[in-house]
Structures are given as structure tokens and as C-alpha cells.
T-cell receptor, first 110, second 112 residues
Framework: GDSVTQMEGPVTLSEEAFLTINCTYTATGYPSLFWYVQYPGEGLQLLLK?????DKGSNKGFEATYRKETTSFHLEKGSVQVSDSAVYFC?????????FGSGTQLTVLP | DADVTQTPRNRITKTGKRIMLECSQTKGHDRMYWYRQDPGLGLRLIYY???????NKGEISDGYSVSRQAQAKFSLSLESAIPNQTALYFCATSDSMGYEQYFGPGTRLTVT
């Protein structure tokens, strides 16, 4: 079945550092890929998405590229802020359902 | 007002008790979902509903039941709560594609 594997956390960075959170997936066919973010005490929110190979999703300075050859969808941001501290979830979508990775806790220190 | 609301936000109950978690949405979406979140396990799908007459089991439905009372309302019941059902529960809704899901704020359930 479908599965998503995320880089284990927690990840702690200083403000303005470069962020990468790795995500790889196992699936047949061509699923859609997503990053969701969960701020403290809140539900998940869609951060970005990509629906086909080589698509790049971007939002709020975050980017991820759908790489079919490496079955990856790594999340990157060039300069993180304290307000980016949250849990980030990679997810795979098929037939109207989402399969989530285990989440990566990011803490950004001032 | 929030698009997806959940009640209660926090609940402590005892083993063997019946408990219902409620979810309401104002987005006009047909699809609704219940997930549980456990540390290190991400979110796992319990049940989902693509319209009022369509209810489907998810990955971890044992010990849970649901009711879709209306397009806007989807409740989750634990018929006889047990301690390993202690978790954070989220309701979500989506449009017909199902991928951009809108989550409620969650219900923290503790079973003692």
C-alpha cells in the first residue's frame, strides 16, 4: 500500500538558517503530494501541493518539487523565521484520501 | 467564525464509558473525515464520508463508529472507551477532489 516516510525530528535551527525536511513515498501510479503544517494548538493547514512529476509547489517561502525518479518531495526554505516553528507533515493523495507521514517538529530559535 | 468546529475541545473519561465527539463545518463540503493523531505516528484515518449516505472505514476503525447527521455534521463515537484511545482527534472536510482538507482544532481525549 501507499506510505510516506519523513525525516525524523525534532529539528532545531537558528533564525535565517536554511531548512530541508526530507520526504519520500512509496506508491504505484501518480499520486498527488502535499505538505501540511500544524502550528501549536491548531489543526493542520495545507502549505503546498504538487499534482504531477516535476511540479514545484510553493507558498510562504517554502518550496517542494515532485521528483518521481527518486520518489521524493523534500520541503525547503531558504531563511526560516521563529514563526515557522511548527510540525510539518508530508502527505500522499489518492482516490480522495490522504496518507500522512509521521510529522517533523521544527523549532526556530531567535 | 471557524470553518470546522469540534466539540468538546478536551475530554477526560473513564474506561468503559461511551463518548461522542462532534464536528460541524460551514464550508459546504460533501466530504468529511475523522483522524486520530498520536506522537510519532502522524495522522491515521478512522472513518470518512463522501456524502450523507456514504460512510467508509479507514485504517483504524475498530472500536469507533460514526454518524453523518447532515452534510455539515459528522460525529465520532467510542462505544466503550479504552486507555489506548487516548489521543488527539481531528475532523476534516474537503471538496470533491478530497486533497485540500480543512481541519478542525482537534479534541484532546484522555481515557483513564
Amino acid at each position: 500500500g501507499d506510505s510516506v516516510t519523513q525525516m525524523e525530528g525534532p529539528v532545531t535551527l537558528s533564525e535565517e538558517a536554511f531548512l530541508t525536511i526530507n520526504c519520500t513515498y512509496t506508491a504505484t501510479g501518480y499520486p498527488s503530494l502535499f505538505w501540511y503544517v500544524q502550528y501549536p494548538g491548531e489543526g493542520l493547514q495545507l502549505l503546498l501541493k504538487a499534482t504531477k512529476a516535476d511540479d514545484k509547489g510553493s507558498n510562504k517561502g517554502f518550496e517542494a518539487t515532485y521528483r518521481k525518479e527518486t520518489t521524493s518531495f523534500h520541503l525547503e526554505k531558504g531563511s526560516v523565521q521563529v514563526s515557522d516553528s511548527a510540525v510539518y507533515f508530508c502527505a500522499l493523495g489518492r482516490s480522495g484520501q490522504l496518507t500522512f507521514g509521521s510529522g517533523t517538529q521544527l523549532t526556530v530559535l531567535p | 467564525d471557524a470553518d470546522v468546529t469540534q466539540t468538546p475541545r478536551n475530554r477526560i473519561t473513564k474506561t468503559g464509558k461511551r463518548i461522542m465527539l462532534e464536528c460541524s463545518q460551514t464550508k459546504g463540503h460533501d466530504r468529511m473525515y475523522w483522524y486520530r493523531q498520536d506522537p510519532g505516528l502522524g495522522l491515521r484515518l478512522i472513518y470518512y464520508s463522501f456524502d450523507v449516505k456514504d460512510i467508509n472505514k479507514g485504517e483504524i476503525s475498530d472500536g469507533y463508529s460514526v454518524s453523518r447527521q447532515a452534510q455539515a455534521k459528522f460525529s465520532l463515537s467510542l462505544e466503550s472507551a479504552i486507555p489506548n484511545q487516548t489521543a488527539l482527534y481531528f475532523c476534516a472536510t474537503s471538496d470533491s477532489m478530497g486533497y485540500e482538507q480543512y481541519f478542525g482544532p482537534g479534541t484532546r481525549l484522555t481515557v483513564t
